[in-house]
């Protein structure tokens, strides 16, 4: 069964610009969720949704935006790229949201750098 | 503010010894709490978690304890292997939302 797929798996953007990453759940998952991980430290928790809907939103600023297709896939914007987005984004998905013994399972990662 | 604590980033372990990585917690809301591993180039792997209505859970050569007063947990690898030389996050959840919230890893080397 094919697990968490991110793409692209490297993306190299410049200062001002945008970018958009993708994901594609585990078959049967609903619920989708986003991380980013920069350099050194455990990943911080972006976004969630499930069934469509934003479940869940950490402490970034709204250039950052997200949201999931009928098909539970999803899509990360990130508008105006400064150089401290430069990280690993990783998706997580999970059968549902809310439920404390489904662990999400994540995919590889996009590396985004900006330059 | 760091809700989730991992003070050593680094551990080295003979093969065949016991592994015990740590981990201390200061949001006493937290109820739900995994331990992921990650290589290099790959995305994080689940790997056990445990309730708070638990003290310890095992899974094979994994075990992962829970004090609660303390707010700490501890994951011990017994034997451990040099296949499980990677980096280790322990995590915390609660909520309806489960949103994970992280350590800041501590990297695991096996030496044979």
């Known amino acids: 069964d094919a697990g968490v797929t991110q793409s692209p798996t490297h993306l190299i953007k410049t200062r001002g610009q945008h970018v958009t990453l993708r994901c594609s759940p585990i078959s049967g998952h609903k619920s989708v969720s986003w991380y980013q991980q920069v350099l050194g430290q455990g990943p911080q928790f972006i976004f969630q949704y499930y069934e469509k809907e934003e479940r869940g939103r950490g402490n970034f600023p709204d250039r950052f935006s997200a949201r999931q297709f009928p098909n539970y896939s999803s899509e990360l914007n990130v508008n105006a790229l400064l150089l401290g987005d430069s990280a690993l984004y990783l998706c997580a998905s999970s059968l549902t949201a809310g439920t404390a013994n489904q662990p999400q399972h994540f995919g590889d990662g996009t590396r985004l750098s900006i330059l | 503010d760091q809700q989730v604590k991992q003070n050593s980033p680094s551990l080295s372990v003979q093969e065949g010894r016991i592994s015990i990585l740590n981990c201390d917690y200061t949001n006493s809301m937290f109820d739900y709490f995994l331990w992921y591993k990650k290589y290099p180039a790959e995305g994080p792997t689940f790997l056990i978690s445990?309730?708070?209505?638990?003290d310890k859970n095992e899974d094979g050569r994994f075990t992962v304890f829970l004090n609660k007063s303390a707010k700490h947990l501890s994951l011990h690898i017994v034997p451990s292997q040099p296949g499980d030389s990677a980096v280790y996050f322990c995590a915390a959840t609660f909520g309806s939302a489960r949103q994970l919230t992280f350590g800041s890893g501590t990297q695991l080397t096996v030496l044979p």
């Open positions: 445990i309730s708070s209505i638990k």
